[in-house]
């Protein structure tokens, strides 16, 4: 094998990558080499690449030159020392979180609270989260490492391309997962359409899920959505009214038992204010979109109607294990996923043109490995 890989590598912030030529990474003690052979181009990586040294200053890059990239799929090329459980030619998924493995949030099982957490090839949610953003490079890449925690097997029937879709679906999984979602549960998603919200439509199935409500704004992919999952999806566009007003409605007064909010950070706080007040008694909402601001809440109503509202940041790598062996059983169908795939000489295209996506069902990969 030849000791020198491709690799886009962004040296200023705000500047197109560059196709570099660097050395092969060698895996040391806990880590693998994986032969990247998919990664997906998330909406938000033009904001990170631009703005986000001014947007959040506390939330780390790494130090530049570096390669990003969120989502990779590949296969297991090397094994580092005292790796078990995993072998040369596994078909992986690399989950992007890094955690230091010794603070107590780590020794408690839960990493992704980690004090150092960091996402590879992204960025970092503390000031001590450099050092593993640098041990760790993205996978923009022909090769890349990746502690042995990270990984997600992939079943056969499962593409590297699709694979690379499962940073965002898992956001989606491990928010419902929280929330409790399951048969006889009604679940309200604002921005089902979009990139996050879409992975509630393609998991209701094995969920048990048969009343999930979505809203959006554009009805030609709202009526994409309302076809997925068996008819298990209904919508509302937002120019139709007030989201709590349909959702009394289509419940008969009850509301939603599970609140998922994946608007963006551009989002106008009254349409996430208008999911709070459609949710039932009792009922549990979940932010993974980051909608930006101060968002002024009613807290007595969530104290009298014994509400909840949490974050969900990301998910862990056993549950990307589950979402794998759901595809494995035929109960989560990736299939809807339309993939646009361009060579690693392409990034800068592919980054600045995923604006011009059919909502969350564009699924914008950077195969390394092919040539343009």
């Known amino acids: 094998m030849s000791a020198i890989m491709r690799a886009a590598r962004m040296h200023d912030v705000g500047e197109p990558m560059r196709i570099e030529e660097l050395p092969v990474p060698v895996p040391g003690p806990g880590d693998v080499r994986v032969a990247v052979h998919a990664v997906n181009i998330v909406p938000n990586l033009a904001n990170i690449l631009n703005m986000w040294t001014t947007w959040f200053p506390h939330s780390p890059l790494p130090t530049l030159p570096a390669i990003f990239g969120l989502d990779p799929a590949g296969v297991v090329e090397a094994v580092g020392e005292g790796v078990q459980g995993v072998a040369v030619g596994d078909r992986v998924y690399v989950n992007p979180g890094r955690s230091c493995g010794s603070c107590r949030s780590c020794r408690n099982g839960d990493s992704i609270n980690c004090a150092s957490y960091a996402f590879a090839g992204y960025f970092g949610f503390s ?30 029937t499962l593409s590297f ?12 999984y491990s928010a419902l997962r929280k929330a409790g979602a399951g048969p006889g549960k009604t679940v309200l998603v604002n921005g089902v359409s979009g990139t996050l919200g879409i992975g509630a439509a393609l998991l209701a199935p094995a969920f048990g899920l048969t009343h999930v409500y979505g809203t959006g704004r554009d009805r030609g992919l709202l009526d994409q959505v309302g076809r997925l999952a068996d008819g298990r999806v209904r919508v509302h566009a ?12 289509e419940t008969g007064g009850h509301g939603a038992d599970i609140y998922i909010d994946a608007l963006g950070p551009g989002a106008p706080h009254e349409t996430f204010l208008s999911g709070m007040r459609a949710m039932a008694r009792g009922g549990v909402a979940v932010n993974i979109g980051a909608v930006t601001g101060d968002v002024s809440i009613d807290i007595h109503r969530m104290m009298d109607q014994q509400l909840r509202l949490i974050g969900s940041a990301w998910f862990t790598s056993g549950e990307g294990q589950d979402m794998a062996d759901m595809v494995e059983a035929g109960l989560l169908d990736l299939g809807p996923l339309e993939h646009q795939v361009f060579p690693l000489d392409q990034v800068n295209e592919a980054i600045s043109g995923i604006a011009q996506r059919n909502g969350g069902l564009s699924n914008f990969i950077i195969s390394p490995s092919a040539v343009s």
Not at 161 to 172: K, N, Q, S, V, W
Not at 238 to 249: K, M, N, S, T, Y
């Open 161 to 172: 391309e699709a694979a690379a879709r499962f940073g965002y679906l898992g956001t989606m």
């Open 238 to 249: 937002l120019d139709d009214g007030p989201v709590d007003a349909w959702i009394r409605e």
């Open 127 to 156: 000031s001590t989260s450099l050092g593993l953003l640098d041990r760790y490079h993205g996978g923009l890449a022909e090769y890349m490492l990746a502690p042995a925690y990270s990984l997600v097997k992939l079943p056969d």
